[in-house]
């Protein structure tokens, strides 16, 4: 099996040194370049062109956001996972706003850290979005106790960019992830980065309670879940006429229709 190559920008000397051998140590990794600013990485990583890169936010001559969308706009197919003890609501919105597809945070457990920095990097690899469920609690309990009941819809829709509605949108007109990614012309990591992203904005953890709540706060109306409506009918056409040639079903399968299939 061929390694997955894998560079490393980081500024901690211990940081750096200690996610090398936690992914040495797989068997299945190879780090094949180490930076300790900015600039390095992205000579590095011209050089190697890695599978995934690993990247500190907090560099002393770059901003690791910038960095992430120079890789980005370079070298598309390389995987950005973020490592930072950095876990404030806007600098992982402006991360994974520029490419990152998996963020990881340093601050976790001692036992905790080589699984989930591996289940990150792992994650990357095999173009899923991943983000530290220390961090998903944090951002969650941010948005609980800074948005009220009423919070004017216009405010909350300021916190979203055009595109990560653009993919609510999409979303909620019955498009796929890969439909979405077509259409928008970029890859499917980053339409689930901007769905991820918008999960956490609006506190819920599905495409489907991403929709409702997005209709519920007036982000999105209910013409941009047309398609969608339509599908999920169609689905319930179809799960009806199977429940209607069963006899154990008979009385049941003539209930209307209410609301969402979940």
Same mark, same amino acid.
């Given at each position: 099996?061929? &390694?997955?190559? %894998? *560079? ?6 211990? /940081? ?5 051998a936690? +992914? ?8 094949? @370049?180490l ?5 390095e990485?992205?000579?590095? %990583? ?8 690993? !990247?500190?936010?907090?560099? &002393?001559?770059?901003n @690791? ?5 120079? !890789?980005?706009c370079? $070298?598309?197919?390389?995987?950005i *996972? *973020?490592?930072?003890?950095?876990s ?5 919105n402006?991360a994974? /706003? #520029?490419g990152?597809?998996?963020?990881y945070?340093? #601050?976790?457990?001692?036992?905790e850290v @080589? ?17 530290? &469920? ?7 309990d941010?948005?609980r ?8 819809? +216009? ?12 993919v ?17 012309? *970029? /890859?499917?990591?980053?339409?689930r980065?901007?769905? $991820?992203?918008?999960?956490?904005? +609006? ?5 489907l ?5 997005? !209709?519920?706060l007036?982000?999105? /109306? ?13 689905? $319930? ?18 209930? @209307?229709?209410?609301?969402w299939?979940?």
């Open positions: 099996m061929k &390694p997955i190559n %894998v *560079v490393i920008i980081e500024n901690e000397n211990i /940081s750096r040194v200690g996610a090398a936690i +992914l040495s140590e797989t068997g299945k990794i190879q780090v094949c @370049g930076a300790k600013t900015g600039k990485g992205i000579e590095i %990583v011209d050089q190697q062109k890695p599978d995934i890169v690993v !990247i500190n936010i907090d560099l &002393p001559d770059i @690791g956001t910038d960095v992430i969308s120079l !890789i980005k370079k $070298h598309t197919s390389i995987k *996972v *973020v490592m930072t003890a950095n404030s609501r806007d600098t992982i402006a994974i /706003s #520029n990152a597809d998996c963020y945070c340093k #601050n976790n457990a001692r036992e @080589g699984e989930r920095f591996i289940e990150a990097v792992m994650a990357a690899y095999n173009n899923e979005s991943w983000i530290d &469920p220390t961090i998903n609690r944090i951002l969650i941010n948005l106790s800074n948005d009220t009941a009423d919070r004017d819809s +216009l405010d909350l829709l300021s916190d979203f960019s055009n595109k990560e509605i653009t609510l949108k999409l979303a909620a007109g019955g498009m796929k992830n890969n439909e979405i990614a077509n259409v928008m012309y *970029v /890859s499917e990591g980053t339409v980065s901007y769905l $991820h992203n918008s999960f956490i904005k +609006l506190g819920v953890k599905d495409r309670n991403a929709i409702r709540e997005a !209709i519920r007036g982000i999105l /109306s209910f013409a941009d879940m047309k398609i969608e409506e339509e599908v999920t009918q169609a689905t $319930h056409t179809r799960v009806k006429t199977n429940q209607n040639s069963q006899k154990d079903t008979a009385k049941t399968s003539n209930k @209307g229709y209410k609301g299939v979940a």
